[in-house]
């Protein structure tokens, strides 16, 4: 099975074993001279915050760290699993929705974001962001399969309410990094000209299930994924010598029940995505 905690693993022991350096956002961000060989991972916790203090301890152990990105709600921000986790030596970066969280109100997602930055700065020391591209508004959960069925009589009665028509990747576009005591943005201060970006959203490494988490630069236009073993055998193979994870851990089940109920969801979403924004917008 593909997206389990297991291929995971195997995922980050081929990243050693050829040798890449592991890079925390912010590190990359401030360096001046980078490794000849390195890997950035960011996971974006979306969804469930216990599983990435699993993930997170996993790592610790093979010394290897990371930059986890928690939202701010009730359901995601659990202060004692981030400061677990930044205790182990990760990054700790805010994954923010202010302007879906203000519906389109600058001034009120402007004043959001700055408060709830405050907040992971005092915590955790945050030096990163990177906006949430969730479709969805930031209350409603249709990940998982059982989710999704609970709330089948929403999708189809009341489609309106669950759906963000305000892009959070602008808010800090027309603000100096400075001004908010930041180091950058995961996605704004990369130059990904030269580094493989490359997203398990959807879950699927390839391009055809992605609407947002996408780089159309070089690199990125003439890599196609099919799996995570065709992922180890390119890290293998050396091709690639700066890449960029992006991993939503909750997606990654060892429970063949749970694999299973996420897998038919994605293919649920998918078809969604492709009915609700168009195949142009998705491919």
């Known amino acids: 099975m593909d997206f389990t905690a297991n291929m995971y693993k195997e995922i980050l022991v081929a990243l050693k074993n050829n040798g890449y350096s592991f890079l925390l956002i912010k590190d990359f961000i401030a360096s001046d001279k980078l490794p000849e060989r390195y890997v950035l991972i960011r996971h974006d916790v979306d969804l469930d915050p216990f599983i990435q203090l699993e993930f997170a301890e996993m790592e610790a152990e093979m ?7 928690f939202r701010y ?20 970066g805010y994954h923010y929705e202010v302007n879906t969280k203000a519906q ?9 974001f700055q408060e709830e ?3 992971f700065q005092s915590n955790w020391n945050t030096q990163t962001i990177c906006p949430h591209g969730g479709s969805f508004n930031p209350d409603f959960n249709a990940y998982g399969l059982g989710a999704i069925i609970k709330n089948l009589p929403v999708f189809l009665f009341k489609r309106k309410e669950l759906y963000s ?20 943005d995961a996605y704004d201060s990369i130059d990904f000209s030269e580094i493989l970006y490359l997203s398990d959203t959807g879950r699927s490494w390839g391009k055809k299930h992605k609407r947002l988490d996408r780089v159309q630069l070089r690199i990125n236009k003439e890599v196609d994924i099919k799996s995570s073993k065709h992922l180890i055998q390119m890290i293998e ?21 749970d694999w299973l109920g996420w897998y038919l969801a ?18």
């Open 63 to 69: 010394n290897i760290f990371t930059s986890y990105y």
């Open 73 to 92: 709600i009730d359901k995601i921000f659990k202060k004692d699993i981030i400061s677990k986790i930044y205790t182990l030596g990760h990054e700790i």
């Open 104 to 112: 389109g109100d600058s001034k009120l997602a402007l004043e959001l």
């Open 117 to 119: 930055l405050r907040e």
């Open 165 to 184: 028509n305000w892009s959070n990747f602008s808010i800090c576009r027309n603000q100096n990094f400075t001004d908010f005591n930041l180091l950058g």
């Open 237 to 257: 193979a050396g091709y690639y010598p700066h890449i960029y994870l992006l991993i939503h851990l909750e997606q990654w089940k060892d429970n063949f029940k």
């Open 266 to 283: 994605q293919l649920i979403r998918r078809k969604g995505k492709r009915i609700i924004f168009g195949k142009d917008r998705i491919n």
